[in-house]
């Protein structure tokens, strides 16, 4: 499949072909409440999942509005069956009347599990996760501080007594009564993985440890594929920083080492040595007939071939992901980065195309950082070409990105937003978009972006013969641009500045 990529010209007009703009599963949504809504967003989200090299969610603080809470099923089970025992009936409870020996590893770990079982937000979860760690630390010394060991327990066992505590609008000690009752027991504070004690394995109702399960298994995933996270180019926000995925990793031994180094080699900027690498990964994957990861294995190999340029090539493997897969990120995955090859050589309609199915695959996933994405891509054309649908997809994507808490992705519609009000000739719009973008683009840490939406709006004021605002817009621009070290856009803002005082 070839693409010609030597005549790159301005965007051709394109007709409007009145698809229509993608909703929200609004049908699927409306018999939900909004407890129920909120509750599902806080349980699937994963603060920590790269698997897309999704950008991390930043939340401003625990908010909740406790008559708005509904506890689940099992979650009431697990409240009351502690909440209606002392401390030294617990105690019984666990050990069966029996005093033996509980090594701190099995402690740390069911305390984890606890946490995630009842649905514990993502940020509650990082400071009960500050406290555990800290024991850790102190279990692999020769001579653990125990009473700072039982402190830090404490402390992470009261926040998550706070947490029950709102859901269920009666006060709760069952975590802290859980821990009073291990306090009376002989404690193994020499941290051994393997030391496991049956009496003390904490029992959840059927179903309530799917998610400790999951985020155990994600955990995995995560700290196998560290070194191969990618860095998101600053020049533009790609899908795979936004798409909301896990790391994906095969079932079978080998596979998954080939997977894994081939990873690595890519990572390392090792081109040739990955795609031999995956090349083997393939056939290990016909061997055991993974039909899965041979489409994964697919996808990445068309990832390197897009990063070296070779737009046919990654279009084939790209094509070829999508022959045997099921899984819909991976869908929505090659679909927008075929669309950003399109894209990027002119070729407006198959671009769009796959954008737009791109859009359809994040939706039956459930992804809307990486709908607002494509949506945004596509409006970005349509304001290209000076089409005032632009406004009708930057919009309804800048309604989805506000549903979710990923700063870059809100930045990125904004800063979009901006360029097309200003294109339409609507600079007060334009102005409020690209302030929203700064904001948005500082609270995730992209001084860069802050920049380049500065330098924008200091523009649209000197449009306006505002000097003495656009110098202000300048200075501004110029701050941040100092903190992303970027050498050429600080020069660019300090001539501006210079020619502004002269």
Partial sequence: ?????????????????????????????????????????????????????????????????????????????????????????????????????????????????????????????????????????????????????????????????????????????????????????????????????????????????????????????????????????????????ETKTNVFIPQDSELKSLFIQSKKLAYAKEPKKAIENFQKALSRADEVGDTETKSKIFFEIGKIYDDYDYAAQALKSYHKSLETTTDNNIRTKAHYSMAQIYDNANQIEPALDHYFVSVGYGGESENLAAQSTSLTRMGNIYSDMYEDTALEYLTTAQDLAEETDNSKVKGFVASSLGRAYERFGEPQQALKSYSNAVKNYTDASSPLKAAQNYVSAADIMLDFNSVNKARGLLTKAQKYATEADDKNLLNEINTRLSKLSA
């Fill in 1 to 241: 499949m070839g693409l010609n990529l030597s005549s790159i010209y301005q965007r051709p007009y394109l007709a409007k072909d009145n698809r229509n703009l993608v909703k929200k599963k609004q049908d699927e949504d409306a018999s939900k409440s909004a407890a129920q809504t909120h509750r599902e967003e806080q349980t699937h989200q994963n603060a920590r999942s790269k698997g897309l090299q999704y950008i991390e969610n930043n939340q401003d603080g625990f908010t909740r509005n406790t008559a708005q809470i509904q506890a689940e099923p099992w979650q009431k089970e697990i409240y009351k069956n502690a909440q209606t025992h002392s401390t030294q009936a617990i105690a019984e409870q666990v050990t069966g009347g029996r005093s033996s020996s509980i090594n701190i590893a099995q402690i740390l770990k069911d305390f984890k599990n606890t946490a995630i079982a009842i649905g514990t937000p993502d940020e509650l979860n990082e400071e009960v996760d500050s406290y555990l760690n800290l024991i850790e630390k102190q279990v692999t010394k020769d001579n653990p501080n125990i009473k700072r060991i039982k402190t830090d327990l404490k402390n992470a066992s009261s926040i998550l007594d706070e947490y029950i505590s709102t859901t269920l609008n009666k006060d709760s000690k069952v975590v802290e009564n859980w821990v009073d009752a291990l306090f009376l027991q002989d404690i193994d504070f020499k941290y051994n993985e393997d030391d496991i004690n049956p009496q003390f394995l904490v029992k959840f109702p059927e179903g309530s440890t799917d998610k400790a399960k999951k985020a155990e298994a994600e955990k995995t995933q995560q700290e196998a594929e560290t070194t191969t996270t990618e860095a998101v180019k600053a020049e533009e926000i790609p899908v795979q920083a």
